[in-house]
């Protein structure tokens, strides 16, 4: 079993800027492509951004794109999320996820990844 915790939430203003940790634990966090989503009251869970295994590939969410920076440090086997110029509609819990299928596309569906840590609260507001 893949452990994933998540942290860096918190209460920030619009314009302001967080930065969300994920720390894996459990198995090789190397293996593992990782993913962002968010989910609001009321709303369905929302792809925010994956990176490949290396590195080297990423991809965003129309709604975070110049916004949010997904990073991976795979010898400290943790995923990073760097929000800039938040609005109040970024506010949700935002969780991280591993997908151990090995694919040619990064994936942006909740059901193609298959650990989910507990998530994290971000609230942007004024």
């Known amino acids: 079993q893949l452990q994933l915790v998540e942290s860096g939430g918190g209460l920030v203003q619009p314009g302001g800027s967080l930065r969300l940790s994920c720390a894996a634990s459990?198995?090789?966090?190397?293996?593992?492509?990782m993913g962002w989503f968010r989910q609001a009251p009321g709303k369905e869970r929302e792809f925010v951004a994956a990176?490949?295994?290396?590195?080297?590939?990423?991809t965003y969410g129309d709604s975070v794109k110049g916004r949010f920076t997904i990073s991976r440090d795979n010898a400290k086997n943790t995923v990073y999320l760097q929000m800039n110029s938040l609005k109040a509609e970024d506010t949700a819990v935002y969780f991280c996820?591993?997908?151990?299928?090995?694919?040619?596309?990064?994936?942006?569906?909740?059901?193609?990844?298959?650990?989910w840590g507990q998530g994290t609260q971000v609230t942007v507001a004024s």
């Open positions: 459990g198995r090789t966090f190397s293996w593992y492509v």
């Open positions: 996820a591993a997908d151990s299928v090995l694919a040619r596309v990064l994936h942006t569906t909740p059901d193609e990844y298959d650990y």
């Open positions: 990176i490949s295994r290396s590195g080297t590939s990423t």
